[in-house]
Nanobody, 122 residues
Framework: QVHLVESGGGLVQAGGSLRLSCAASGRTFSIYPMGWFRQAPGKEREFVAAISWSGSSTYYADSVKGRFTISRDNAKNTVYLQMNSLKPEDTAVYYC???????????????WGQGTQVTVSS
């Protein structure tokens, strides 16, 4: 079991940047693929990005490709989401996720953090 805690959310103007962090505890962090999801008010939770356990493979939703970058530091048990060129439609609660395989991560099956709010003003 992996315990996840997100941080780094906040209020930013459109065009700005934020970096989210997800601190993980548990022996299996370094071998687990990780991901980020988001949920806007009145909408379903949607996939944002995922990264393999080694960090060598990354996956992105089309809506964030070219603007967001997922990375990880296994020595620090932390995964990051660098968000640039933010848009009002990026406003959501962002959740970190972990699971034994990429397929499970991207299909939203696994462990979740409590979420961190990102608000982008126009």
């Amino acid at each position: 079991q992996v315990h996840l805690v997100e941080s780094g959310g906040g209020l930013v103007q459109a065009g700005g940047s934020l970096r989210l962090s997800c601190a993980a505890s548990g022996r299996t962090f370094s071998i687990y693929p990780m991901g980020w999801f988001r949920q806007a008010p009145g909408k379903e939770r949607e996939f944002v990005a995922a990264i393999s356990w080694s960090g060598s493979s990354t996956y992105y939703a089309d809506s964030v490709k070219g603007r967001f970058t997922i990375s990880r530091d296994n020595a620090k048990n932390t995964v990051y989401l660098q968000m640039n060129s933010l848009k009002p439609e990026d406003t959501a609660v962002y959740y970190c996720a972990a699971a034994p395989t990429i397929a499970l991560v991207t299909s939203a099956q696994g462990s979740w953090g409590q979420g961190t709010q990102v608000t982008v003003s126009s």
